[in-house]
């Protein structure tokens, strides 16, 4: 029964966890990864002496999967420190930890920011959120983000200047549409929780899985061109016969007959500068609600000081969408920068640029988990991935872990 092959195509966050729960059911799975390493949407690349994330992302120490899979002493995690800081126009201010302690923000940041009622509301949802557990969180009606917070009762002053930016770069939309389950869910683990990244980058993570597996079996480079039942046929024309399949990259990629099935997901822009120093000198997010271009920035060295190893600072700016050509984009980014900071526009030096069509899955219903039933969607032909649940670490690991009980299930004998 061992010895039974089972392919698993894609090297993100839930092909890695499958392949770790499979081994503990003594397989030794195979795993194909069309890049020269692992991590998926998860990456970090070293240039010119920086470390750059494809992409802002952060771990919240809070999430439940995080606990059970990585060793977060081991990663030796930086955090951030909770709140903002919000540009506004030629002003700045700084709102601290609005979601761990609300009735504690200082009175004169937090008024130009929202009311004194605000403060209230946001303490009583802090406490509703965390004696809520995470099932009964994604059980509840589904509303856009926005119209909780209205029917919350929060001003549009705390709407616009807190929570649109905060959590548009958190969602990748501009206008909260998301889920008010989500937003639940991310407002619970925040407050429970903190926002941190690995000393070394975010691509620590799958690192960290990946040195756990002890007989899986990884091909890089090794593109998949197509699934079709139990037969994998390899971009270089090989043709692989499998036991079981696990599709752990957005499946319409790789079985035809699933295309249009999908909902289109949300891409971000990601731009790194390099700076003389930064601007904001404290582990922080930036958020600029005004509807500029950027959505939110933060010195990476500010957070982790390996981010940077040549004297010089890493800027990290994100901008939801865009139609300029590159050129033009680094420009109109470099001039908001400017007027935020005063710092003349040609001290910002860009150092490289991440367009991420795939940053993260468009979900309608979203689910906190699923029967291991629901994975199988052709005989012998499973999917994992984040997209199933809500678009999250949380989740992508959540689906790494189901989909290999459903295929551990698959090989039981049935009565």
Known sequence: MKEKKIYIIGAGLSGLIAAL?????????????????VGGRMKTDEVDGFRLDHGFQVLNTAYPEAKKYLDLQGLHLKTFDPGAVIFDGKDSYVITDPLRNPLKVVGMAFSKVGTFLDKVKMFSLTQEVKKKSNEEIFS????????????????????????????????????????????????????????????????????????QLASTQIYFNSPVKSVDGTVISMENGDQ??????????????????????????????????STQKSFLARPMIALLPNGQLINNLVFMDD?????????????????????????????????????????????????????????????DDMKYSIPHTECKIFDQVYLAGDYLLNG???????????????????FMPTH
């Open 240 to 273: 692989l016969h499998a036991d079981r399949v696990i599709v752990a990259v957005q499946p319409d990629r790789v079985m035809k007959q699933l295309q249009g099935q999908f909902a289109v997901p949300r891409k971000v822009i990601n731009l790194y500068f």
């Open 140 to 211: 509840e009606p589904s509303i856009p983000t926005h119209q909780y917070l209205k029917q919350y009762g929060f001003s549009d002053q705390i709407i616009n200047n807190f929570f649109k930016p905060f959590f548009r770069g958190i969602f990748l939309e501009k206008h909260l549409n998301t889920s008010s389950r989500m937003f639940e869910f991310v407002f619970k683990m925040f407050a429970l929780g903190h926002a941190s990244v690995p000393e070394k980058g975010m691509g620590e993570i799958p690192e960290m899985i990946r040195r």
């Open 21 to 37: 729960e499979l081994e503990k059911a003594g397989f030794s799975p195979i795993i194909l990864e069309a890049s020269d390493r």
């Open 303 to 363: 957070v982790s000081k390996a981010y940077s190893s040549n004297g010089r600072s890493l800027l990290s700016v994100t901008v939801l969408e865009s139609e300029l050509a590159e050129k033009e984009l680094i420009k109109a980014v470099q001039a908001e920068l400017e007027s935020i900071s005063g710092i003349k526009a040609e001290y910002f030096k860009p150092v490289k640029n991440y367009t991420i069509t795939y940053a993260l899955p468009q979900v």
């Open 392 to 410: 999250s670490i949380n989740a992508a690991m959540t689906s790494g872990r189901i989909v290999a009980e459903a295929v551990i299930h698959s």
